[in-house]
């Protein structure tokens, strides 16, 4: 009887344990929200990070945080800065979205607006671009957005309404009240007001969205440069000491993210590849900047992601990323359901985790810029292989130029099978659910 007793009483305590381990150990989905940084570089291709390949440029803050974090091998962006910034903030491919350069249309739903609903609040720093000038408005039929029309909570832009300067004696707008500020660099004030705002008090998640005005051109020398603030011709000689200072305010952030009290994550991309003036040396070869262009040059851009709480160091994600998964991808870190998203983006946040395989293994690409020497452009691609919506059929690691389609007579059964797979994606403009 003894026994019986004290074989209940064990199981009773061991229940008990189990339940008190449940409820004091919650899963992923249960956990705080965390906090998000995404930086945004101008105009800068894969091919100037050392962690790339890149062996032009110096840039030891972003090196540390592929070091620390996971490299994204195969982050595609729109070719051009208001094609990439309207895709990355709805969440749709530009078909849908893009009604002309500058524009981003009030109708519809932000990255802002859906992590709004899972309690963020929202700000932005750096370059803005998409309320529309009267040229560009009168293009495209239309105006933009203002910053608070996206759903942010708070901004400190360049160019919002007004032009001015973004580097030297910049002109800013902070919370619509607009100001140029003499004898100041506009990276640096961009930098200092982000970290500033990193370290106020906050009752909830946040979003921290900088949108750098580095590496665009005008190339004018960075401030360490003797008589860098009075220098107003551009000059691609300059474009080095651009790199470095884009770096230096990035490790600002990194050294605010690693002082943050809350857990954030930190995510670094570009919205389209190097300014075609622009040369550097990758991997021993030298490569021009293609910006503008539907090809790897324009498209294929650096990503980083450092969140040590839920992410190897030093890693690599193998997976295909287009701009369309970053807010399905938050929404999942943030540990919210994304069913109100009826994008075609998909998260790779369970890949980024080792949840589960990449999410994806092609991207399409919806491109008319309406701007520019630039000509539209629509097609699927994988890794290897890319379509175009005429037809155009070529074999990326053997030309990525895309000089030379190959004929259906040229392709073995493996290759014509993924062609009909990437003729699908395209009628089916990207949705692949």
């Not at 607006?113 to 009267?134: C, F, M, P, R, T």
């Not at 890794?383 to 895309?402: A, C, M, N, V």
Request: hydrophobic share 35%; aromatic share 12%; proline share 8%.
């Amino acid at each position: 009887m003894h026994r019986f007793n004290r074989l209940v009483r064990n199981v009773s305590l061991g229940f008990l344990l189990l339940l008190w381990v449940g409820c004091s150990a919650p899963t992923e989905k249960h956990l705080p929200a965390p906090d998000i940084l995404i930086i945004l570089a101008d105009d800068l291709g894969l091919e100037t990070l050392t962690s790339y390949g890149g062996s032009s440029y110096m840039t030891p803050n972003l090196d540390q945080i592929a070091r620390e974090g996971m490299l994204l091998k195969h982050l595609y962006s729109m070719p051009l800065c208001t094609p990439s910034r309207v895709q990355l903030l709805t969440g749709k491919y530009n078909d849908e979205t893009y009604r002309g350069f500058g524009i981003l249309d009030t109708t519809f739903k932000t990255m802002p607006d859906y992590l709004k609903e899972a309690g963020y609040h929202s700000s932005i720093v750096g370059k803005w671009q998409l309320y529309g000038n009267s040229y560009q408005r009168k293009l495209a039929g239309q105006g933009g957005s203002t910053p608070p029309q996206a759903g942010f909570n708070y901004h400190y832009v360049w160019q919002m309404d007004t032009l001015g300067s973004r580097y030297y004696h910049p002109t800013i707008t902070e919370n619509d009240l607009t100001q140029t500020y003499q004898n100041a660099y506009g990276p640096d004030l961009f930098a200092d007001k982000l970290v500033g705002l990193m370290q106020k008090p906050a009752d909830g998640p946040q979003l921290f969205f900088y949108s750098m005005v580095l590496t665009h051109e005008p190339f004018l020398p960075a401030p360490e440069i003797p008589g860098a603030p009075d220098s107003t011709r551009s000059n691609p000689i300059h474009f080095s000491s651009m790199v470095s200072a884009m770096d230096r305010e990035i490790g600002k952030l990194f050294r605010a993210a690693k002082e943050h009290p809350r857990p954030i994550i930190l995510i670094f991309m570009s919205d389209n590849g190097t300014d075609k003036q622009i040369v550097s040396i990758c991997n021993g070869d030298e490569v021009r900047g293609g910006k503008g262009l539907p090809n790897e040059r324009g498209t294929h851009v650096p990503g980083l992601i450092w969140y040590p709480d839920s992410i190897p160091g030093n890693s690599v994600y193998e997976g295909m990323i287009d701009f369309t998964d970053l807010i399905p991808t938050l929404l999942d870190a943030a540990h919210k359901p994304h069913n109100q998203y009826d994008g075609p983006g998909h998260s790779f946040w369970p890949g980024l985790t080792g949840q589960s395989p990449p999410a994806r293994d092609a991207i399409y690409v919806a491109y008319d810029p309406k701007w520019g020497p630039w000509e539209a452009a629509t097609y699927a691609q994988d890794k290897i292989w890319k379509l175009t919506r005429d037809g155009s059929f070529y074999h990326l690691p053997t030309d990525p130029e895309e000089l030379a389609p190959l004929a259906d007579s040229m392709l073995d059964a493996t290759a014509l099978e993924r062609k009909a797979y990437l003729q699908t994606l395209i009628a089916n403009r990207g949705y692949q659910r």
